[in-house]
């Protein structure tokens, strides 16, 4: 079992490393994953919407679930790098977070669904310039987020779902979680509720580093 992760207060302001497509667009994203019981039933609950989404995996459990990986890009979301064990970067040196962290990440993720990624999310939001540059370095962008639901301190699925449909904007990326704790499946409701509320207010939704 994952322990929840914990996210830096206030919500750090996203680096936006693509261009949004106009419009009402929205970015949800899912971190921590794969995760065996809950990314499907994300990933059923996105396809009713034909909504797109990005997905930081951690490394460790793309590989030890790389059909579930495989079926997050087959489905045509964007799978991305969220290091390899959750680490906090800020405590690790540079050559760590290259080597063990974003490297190996990388290279399973690119043999589990033959993407590579663009992008990284580091755990818990949590940078500094040696993280800055060793992300850089390891010619990845930095994408952290706007809108932050807390859903991995199971607030229950309507404060959930209220937190994004009450906040949410063109361009925001918001934060949620498909593994940690012992049930996402306040998030997995919450999920429905937002896709379907933003979708009648005309919002698409679309993935990040595509």
């Keep these: ?9 206030p919500t750090p302001a996203a680096a936006v490393p693509w ?23 994300i990933l059923d609950a996105l396809a009713t919407y034909g909504a797109k989404a990005t997905f930081f995996a951690q490394g460790s459990r793309v590989s030890a679930y790389p059909e579930i990986a495989a079926r997050v890009v087959a489905e045509g979301h964007s799978l991305q790098n969220h290091s390899w064990s959750h ?5 690790l040196s540079y050559s760590s977070i290259i080597n063990d962290q974003l490297a190996t990440t990388n290279s399973i993720i690119t ?5 590579t990624p663009k992008c990284m999310r580091p755990p818990y939001g949590a940078t500094n310039a040696n993280v800055n540059a060793a992300i850089a370095d390891a010619g990845l962008q930095s994408v952290l987020w706007t809108l932050d639901t807390k859903d991995y301190t199971e607030p229950g699925a309507s404060k959930i779902a209220n937190t994004v449909v009450a906040n949410a904007q063109p361009g925001s990326i918001i934060l949620m979680h498909d593994a940690g704790g012992d049930s996402r499946q306040q998030t997995v409701d919450a999920l429905k509720v937002v896709l379907a509320q933003l979708t009648s207010k005309g919002y698409t939704f679309s993935a990040a580093c595509p």
């Design 87 to 91: 680490a906090n970067f800020t405590k």
């Design 19 to 41: 261009a949004p497509s106009g419009g009402r667009t929205v970015y949800l994203t899912f971190d921590d994953g794969p995760d065996p019981e809950w990314t499907p039933k």
């Design 1 to 9: 079992t994952l322990t929840p992760t914990p996210t830096p207060t």
């Design 111 to 115: 043999q589990s669904t033959g993407t």
